[in-house]
């Protein structure tokens, strides 16, 4: 019979996957809001002393997050956090634009009443630029907002598509969220998305939505071209493949 290693003992072995989700969703929620940099260098030591968990734990999150190419493994040194580039930027948002419109389109007339009032309550969200948790909390609300839209066209494979692409969408509105308030305008937009919804105008619907995907794609590229400081730390050109 197989003996746990020396000192570690079976509930320590039993625990390492509960804390390896722990550490994957804190250094995952960590790289989407920027709070590691994109571009940054981060190292297992350096992780375990900032989330107080172990090194086993903190490796399975490391090669969870390579997989979901969100870090990239530098051979004796780390790993780096996977940079944004201004092919990423155009990627997410030619695919929003080919998901979301249509969702909304196919959403209109059968929002029930009691999603139509939790999707006004989530456009009233607002954030405070330059504080990363307010900005986090209204990017979780947008997100919800658009997830909620998705889900009432009743097919579940194209609200997926949309939540996991929005987690993508998250880091990229962080770079660009984080230098001017754009809250109201961003609400305005909701709440005349909720109302073309709830009289079941799927056209309207459409246009909406995609006037808001192309104002938010305006507003990343701006932002992140105007600041060289992000510039320098976050935008990369596109790598050679």
Not at 135 to 156: D, M, P, W, Y
Not at 172 to 180: D, F, I
Not at 234 to 239: F, H, P
């Amino acid at each position: 019979m197989a003996h746990p290693p020396t000192g570690r003992t079976s509930a320590d072995i039993r625990a390492i996957p509960l804390l390896s989700d722990r550490a994957y969703e804190r250094i995952r929620h960590d790289i989407i809001s920027c709070v590691l940099a994109p571009g940054s260098e981060i190292s297992e030591t350096q992780l375990c002393a900032q989330y107080k968990i172990g090194k086993a734990p903190v490796r399975m999150a490391l090669n969870r997050l390579a997989h979901d190419g969100l870090v990239r493994a530098i051979p004796r040194r780390g790993y780096r956090v996977t940079p944004v580039t201004v092919k990423d930027i155009h990627d997410v948002f030619e695919l929003r634009l080919m998901l979301e419109p249509a969702a909304a389109r196919m959403a209109a007339g059968k929002v029930g009443a009691q999603r139509l009032r939790a999707l006004d309550e989530l456009s009233r969200s607002v954030y405070e630029p330059g504080d990363p948790r307010s900005t986090s909390r209204f990017l979780e609300a947008n997100k919800a907002f658009q997830v909620a839209i998705a889900r009432a066209t009743g097919n579940s494979r194209l609200a997926e598509a949309i939540e996991r692409l929005l987690d993508d969408m998250t880091r990229l509105l962080h770079l660009g969220l984080g230098l001017r308030d754009r809250s109201q305008e961003l609400s305005r937009a909701h709440r005349d998305l909720v109302k073309a919804l709830a009289r079941g105008d799927g056209e309207a619907a459409e246009r909406i939505c995609r006037e808001q995907i192309e104002t938010a794609r305006s507003m990343v590229l701006s932002a992140i071209l105007m600041s060289g400081s992000v510039m320098n730390l976050a935008l990369q050109a596109e790598e050679p493949q």
